[in-house]
């Protein structure tokens, strides 16, 4: 029996040119498994939350909320800052769990990835990003999360992923989220 197509919505919390995020974010598609589609959402219009924004919600936000809807699962690809997730990252989930009766993140499988320059690769980020998975009822995917350390050393000048560790560990983040919406996805 073949097994049923998988959306995962991926963004990158980083809006920086040249950002290793984005590079990441880029290559994931065609590390995707059969039957696996990722489908990157476009943030880069979000402006700050502010809940007066909240109905009707700025164009950006209301497609980004329809992208996360409409996928069987999120991939966020996040980068670190001072320990914790980036600000963009933490903009993106407080428009997506908004309004919270109707949030695009509940009930959501979500898988981690991140690249940095350091040695722990973003493991912070993914801690400091728990709590509000377990506010929103996301359901998340603990294995792989992809911790890409000294990122300068895992692409090409052109942005091509070229570590062929990093690209194992997507391959298997993909292949394991797919299969965990799948799972989650059953009546």
């Given at each position: ?11 990158a ?9 984005q590079?990441l974010?880029r290559n994931t ?9 990722v489908?990157?959402i ?13 109905e009707p919600?700025?164009?950006?936000v209301?497609?980004m ?11 966020i690809i ?8 980036s ?12 309004p ?14 991140g690249?940095s ?5 973003t493991?912070r ?8 998975f377990?506010?929103t ?9 992809v911790?890409?350390?000294?990122e300068e050393?895992a692409?090409?000048?052109?942005g ?5 560790r ?14 965990f919406a799948?799972?989650m996805?059953?009546?």
């Amino acid at each position: 029996m073949t097994a049923a197509p998988v959306t995962i919505a991926a963004f990158a919390g980083s809006l920086r040119k040249g950002s290793y995020n984005q590079m990441l974010l880029r290559n994931t598609p065609s590390l995707a498994p059969a039957g696996v589609t990722v489908a990157p959402i476009d943030i880069s219009g979000i402006p700050l939350f502010n809940q007066d924004m909240e109905e009707p919600p700025p164009p950006p936000v209301a497609r980004m909320r329809e992208a996360i809807k409409a996928a069987d699962a999120l991939l966020i690809i996040t980068p670190e800052y001072n320990w914790s997730m980036s600000g963009v990252t933490k903009n993106v989930v407080d428009w997506a769990s908004r309004p919270p009766d109707d949030s695009c993140l509940n009930d959501k499988c979500v898988g981690l990835a991140g690249c940095s320059r350091g040695y722990f690769g973003t493991a912070r980020a993914k801690i400091a990003l728990l709590p509000c998975f377990v506010f929103t009822g996301m359901h998340v995917l603990d294995d792989p999360m992809v911790h890409v350390a000294h990122e300068e050393n895992a692409f090409d000048e052109t942005g091509l992923l070229t570590d062929e560790r990093v690209k194992s560990d997507m391959q298997e983040l993909l292949t394991n989220l797919a299969a965990f919406a799948r799972r989650m996805k059953r009546p």
